[in-house]
Nanobody
Framework: QVQLVESGGGVVQAGGSLRLSCAAS????????MDWHRQAPGKQRELVAR???????DYADSVKGRFTISRDNAKNTMYLQMNSLKPEDTAVYYCNAKQGLFTNYWGQGTQVTVSS
């Protein structure tokens, strides 16, 4: 069973930075895509950023220019560098990995709180 473990969340002031990590229990070459999602209290989970097997990326409009998604295949880890954080970025951040057409794996989430 594949496991994904997020880390790096915390409390930061507006304008600050955090780097989230998502460590996989398997070689991440097996995933066609890996994503970061977030869910704020009372809101639906939303896609923040995704990275494909070929290294291409895309981002939600709300984080473009501030967040950077990346992956280190040697470490089986995906990252989300978050800069210029805003209070509206406060949420639980989840990583997701897609294998084939129908298989999704989720991490347990890490809390990010941005104070104003």
């Amino acid at each position: 069973q594949v496991q994904l473990v997020e880390s790096g969340g915390g409390v930061v002031q507006a304008g600050g930075s955090l780097r989230l990590s998502c460590a996989a229990s398997t070689n991440i070459f097996i995933f066609n895509r890996m994503d970061w999602h977030r869910q704020a209290p009372g809101k639906q989970r939303e896609l923040v950023a995704r990275i494909f097997a070929d290294g291409s990326t895309d981002y939600a409009d709300s984080v473009k220019g501030r967040f950077t998604i990346s992956r280190d295949n040697a470490k089986n880890t995906m990252y989300l560098q978050m800069n210029s954080l805003k209070p509206e970025d406060t949420a639980v951040y989840y990583c997701n990995a897609k294998q084939g057409l129908f298989t999704n794996y989720w991490g347990q989430g890490t809390q990010v709180t941005v104070s104003s």
